[in-house]
């Protein structure tokens, strides 16, 4: 199938964009695209201001930032404007698009959001899935509560639900962890220290609307999170699909996470060792 150039202008579109990062999908002629947008973003004819994060984010996606796009979020007047309008989604893609800048943009886009409104976008960064039967399985899996923490947080505003540790094959008790926790002196995941040669997983938690709904696929956003976790503290993630977890059988919840566990840590083992 061929594309003419009106073809591909009209994929440039804001909701064509949207489309396209919420599938995580890049056509072919990506590259083509990238020049296209950049272009009519330069010359300031392509998008309003109503939809300029949503557009920033999408692009973030594809792995795509504009410097001059990223610089106007960024600024006071716009995020102040954004937030009175919708604060908890104006906060969540704030700390998509500076998440994804701080740890997977590869050349700098000379600007970070103010203080003072990414604090903001960080508190309104909770738990996705509230009263989830997930933490009294997972402990018992692990084989009991010293064995999981919950609640942590990175440095960039990421939300942790729970954390393990393993060493060869072995849960490791958090009590110091949890007690740190407790006292307020760890807050975040970057302040712990693991064992040697232990793993430390992330347990995450995600809602029914992380997913596409024919496909069940992870939507972009999501998985761009979940990429920008990963990626800023070097610890293994395992994604906790919310809707697949209440279809689960009681008795197949416990067997689940131990496979999830196990194949997470054979996977960092392997890439350790290569």
């Known amino acids: 199938m061929k594309f003419t150039q009106s073809d591909r202008l009209g994929l440039t579109q804001p909701a064509n964009i949207e489309a396209l990062a919420t599938a995580d999908y890049k056509p072919i002629f990506w590259e083509t695209m990238q020049e296209i947008i950049s272009k009519i973003v330069d010359k300031d004819q392509f998008i309003s201001s109503a939809l300029l994060l949503d557009f920033a984010v999408s692009m973030a996606v594809l792995d795509c ?22 604060e908890t989604q104006t906060s969540w893609n704030l700390l998509l698009l500076y998440q994804s800048i701080q740890t997977l943009c590869s050349t700098p886009v000379g600007k970070s959001p103010p203080e003072r409104l990414l604090e903001t976008a960080i508190c309104y960064n909770t738990a996705s899935v509230k009263n989830s039967s997930l933490l009294p399985a997972l402990e018992q899996a692990m084989g009991g509560s010293q064995f999981v923490t919950s609640n942590l947080r990175t440095k960039l505003g990421h939300y942790i639900d729970h954390v393990i540790m393993v060493k060869d094959g072995h849960p490791l008790a958090l009590n110091f962890l949890q007690e740190a926790q407790e006292y307020k002196l760890v807050t975040h995941i970057e302040e712990i220290v693991p064992p040697a040669e232990s793993q430390v997983i992330m347990v995450i938690n995600l809602p029914d609307h992380a997913y596409a709904i024919n496909s069940r696929r992870l939507k972009g956003p999501w998985s761009l999170m979940l990429k920008t976790l990963e990626k800023h503290t070097g610890h293994a993630v395992i994604p906790i699909s919310s809707l697949m977890w209440n279809d689960l059988m009681d008795y197949e919840k416990i067997p689940y996470l131990m496979q999830a566990i196990r194949l997470k840590c054979d996977k960092v083992s392997t890439s350790t060792n290569v």
């Open 65 to 86: 930032y504009n410097p001059r796009v990223i610089k106007e979020i960024f600024s006071e007047n716009f995020l102040s404007t954004e937030m009175l309008k919708n």
